[in-house]
């Protein structure tokens, strides 16, 4: 299949650009496009045989259901059984924006696009290329991450075209997905309502509107939890591991300073290229093979955008370990800190 890329203006996407993309996942294709935490890879979720063909281009088990993205608050009702009051509340706070609900779904979804589930994960993203397609589509659209199964989300159309290039229709360049890590996922069919996975949007900021909000142990765990604990599909699933193994430092900053020196050292006896994942603040304290900032520890929503991106970079560079610094968990800390903490597979070390 010929991958077409269509550059679009993403404050302000040309017409007949969205409606090319539009008209190919009318037609049951795959569209990846950007939204403001990572580039999305859509079919219409209403059309089994486009989500089937989705899950086939990312080569993502059938276990793990995408989310279904809207354009307006609106276009949820006829997806669920009911909109909670909760719902109600937290879309009017944090929509168009990074934090996705899960509802009990209607008779409307296909049950490939809730992978067999009794619930649905609605968002409406806050991107104009995002917004202007599914619109233009006229049809919810289902849209995982646009990167193969296992690699880190895609925040650029480089990163899809690397993954993806030949195995989907088309691409629209919109430049870089700014936030950088994916959305939040809030369960709003148990009670308390959940947490699932920590996102754009912080926890402190969702619990400020719904205060009964409480984490699921899975986001801040330190090790694999048991299957029967996990609650959302997408927990059960390997994600985000590059190549190379990576060890994560956890502890107060000298002592994981001091760690990543120590263990820098040591690798390097062994022969083995060392990468380190450090921050401005700490990136001239290492002497390794690549040494990488994800940027500064006084922003770490700048830290939340360069992760992935740093990621994949490092993971090219055929390193044999990566180390990677720990963050606090707190704002969008609490997402980095949950991916590097999968990407290490819970290789954790605590220094002291
Ligand atoms: O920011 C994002 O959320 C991006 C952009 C493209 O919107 N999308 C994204 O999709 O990250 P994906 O498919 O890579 O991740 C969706 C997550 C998975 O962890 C999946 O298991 C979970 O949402 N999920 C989907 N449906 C669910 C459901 N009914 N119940 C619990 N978790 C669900
Ligand atoms: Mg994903």
Request: no cysteine.
């Given at each position: 299949m010929k991958t077409l890329v269509l550059k679009v203006n993403p404050a302000n996407p040309e017409d007949i650009k969205i409606r090319v993309a539009a008209e190919i996942i009318q037609k049951g294709g795959l569209v990846a496009f950007p939204t403001e935490t990572v580039y999305g890879l859509g079919?219409?979720?209403?059309n089994a045989e486009a989500v089937l063909a989705l899950f086939e281009a990312k080569q993502r088990p059938l276990d793990n259901p995408p989310i279904v993205h809207v354009?307006?608050?609106?276009?949820v009702a006829p997806l669920v059984k009911v909109v909670p009051k909760k719902a109600e509340l937290l879309m009017e706070k944090f929509?168009?924006?990074p934090l996705t609900l899960i509802f009990k779904h209607?008779?409307?979804?296909p049950s490939v696009t809730t992978a067999g589930l009794d619930t649905v994960a609605v968002r409406m993203p806050n991107h104009p290329v995002a917004l202007a397609l599914i619109k233009a589509t006229q049809r919810p659209i289902a849209a995982?991450?646009?990167?193969?199964?296992?690699?880190p989300s895609p925040t650029n159309a480089q990163h899809v075209y690397e993954d993806l290039n030949g195995r989907?229709?088309?691409?629209?360049?919109?430049?870089?997905?700014?936030?950088g890590v994916e959305s939040t996922v809030v369960d709003l069919s148990t009670n308390p309502p959940m947490l699932l996975r920590p996102g754009g949007a912080p926890f402190e900021a969702l619990k400020a509107v719904l205060p009964e909000l409480v984490l699921h142990p899975?986001?801040?765990?330190?090790k694999e939890l048991a299957?029967?604990?996990?609650?959302?599909?997408?927990?059960r699933h390997k994600h985000y591991a590059p190549k190379a193994p990576v060890v994560l430092i956890e502890g107060n900053l000298p002592d994981v300073v001091a760690k990543i020196k120590e263990l820098t050292e040591s690798y390097r006896a062994e022969g083995k290229k060392v990468g380190v994942l450090s921050t401005d603040e700490t990136k001239n304290s290492y002497r390794a093979y690549s040494v990488k900032s994800l940027g500064s520890r006084s922003n770490l929503a700048s830290i939340a955008q360069n992760l992935f991106r740093q990621l994949r970079k490092i993971d090219a560079e055929n390193i044999d370990v990566i180390i990677a610094e720990s963050v606090p968990s707190e704002g969008l800390g609490l997402a980095v800190m949950n991916r590097l903490r999968k990407a290490s597979g819970y290789h954790i070390i605590k220094a002291v």
């Open positions: 079919a219409d979720a209403l354009a307006d608050k609106t276009e929509w168009p924006g209607s008779a409307k979804v995982p991450s646009a990167n193969l199964a296992g690699k989907i229709n088309a691409i629209l360049d919109g430049g870089v997905a700014n936030i899975f986001v801040q765990a330190e299957l029967e604990k996990t609650r959302s599909p997408g927990m």
